[in-house]
């Protein structure tokens, strides 16, 4: 079935720094959703992307819908701790109606 | 807001027990969808409903079946509890039908159920 292929895996990082991780896909995507799960926690949407080239901002959270509509990516400028937690990916296939998700992206921050 | 309830957040069942997980939505969307979550495996698809009595086998749904009776309550029944069934359930609800700026997906809080 398709796939997306979310990097990296996980990342420590010092808090004041910036993040960035990705989802790519051989496949194309009409929806880009980015979540965020905090331990014990059902994933929270944090930014929804519907067309190529899209690039939206929530706070410190950029996301942007990739011109092939193959990948998007998440930034977080400026962390703070309470980033901490595992982000994932997810797209809506093209004539799919079920997402697809990434494996998720640890992401932990030293103060 | 937008609101996704789950009956239990913590649930601990015997082998053999027939297990209910319920779940609620508020936003009148037309789907619905049951994971289970482990680790390292990710999230898996159970069961999906994209309308009222109308329901959708996912990638792993030996062992569960489900029921759509309202729009709004989707539930996952555990026929017959394992421990392989041991896990962290999430239910989600959404408006998927593809082209649409309204698609998303929205998920509740979680039910960590352990099958002793």
């Known amino acids: 079935g398709q796939q997306l292929n979310q990097s990296p895996q996980s990342m420590f990082i010092q808090e004041g720094e910036d993040v960035s991780m990705n989802c790519t896909s051989s496949?194309?995507?009409?929806?880009w959703l980015w979540y965020k799960q905090d331990p014990g926690e059902g994933p929270v949407l944090l930014i929804a992307l519907y067309k190529a080239g899209e690039l939206t901002s929530n706070g410190r959270l950029t996301a942007q819908f990739g011109i092939t509509r193959k990948d998007s990516f998440l930034n977080i400028s400026a962390s703070i701790p309470s980033d901490v937690g595992i982000y994932f990916c997810a797209g809506l296939p093209l004539y799919g109606n079920k997402l697809v998700f990434g494996a998720g992206t640890i992401l932990r921050v030293k103060s | 807001d937008v609101k996704v309830t789950q009956s239990s957040r913590y649930l601990v069942k015997r082998t053999g027990e027939k297990v209910f997980l319920e779940c609620v939505q508020d936003?009148?969307?037309?789907?619905m969808f049951w994971y289970r979550q482990d680790p390292g495996l990710g999230l898996r698809l159970i069961y999906f409903s994209y309308d009222v009595k109308m329901k959708e086998k996912g990638d792993i749904p030996e062992g569960y079946s489900v029921s759509r009776e309202k729009k709004e309550r989707f539930s996952l029944i555990l026929e017959s509890a394992s421990t392989n069934q041991t896990s962290m359930y999430l239910c989600?609800?959404?408006?998927?039908?593809?082209?649409?700026?309204?698609?998303?997906?929205?998920f509740g809080p979680g039910t960590r159920l352990t099958v002793l």
């Open positions: 989600a609800s959404g408006g998927l039908a593809g082209y649409s700026s309204t698609d998303t997906q929205y």
């Open positions: 496949s194309i995507f009409n929806t």
């Open positions: 936003m009148d969307h037309e789907n």
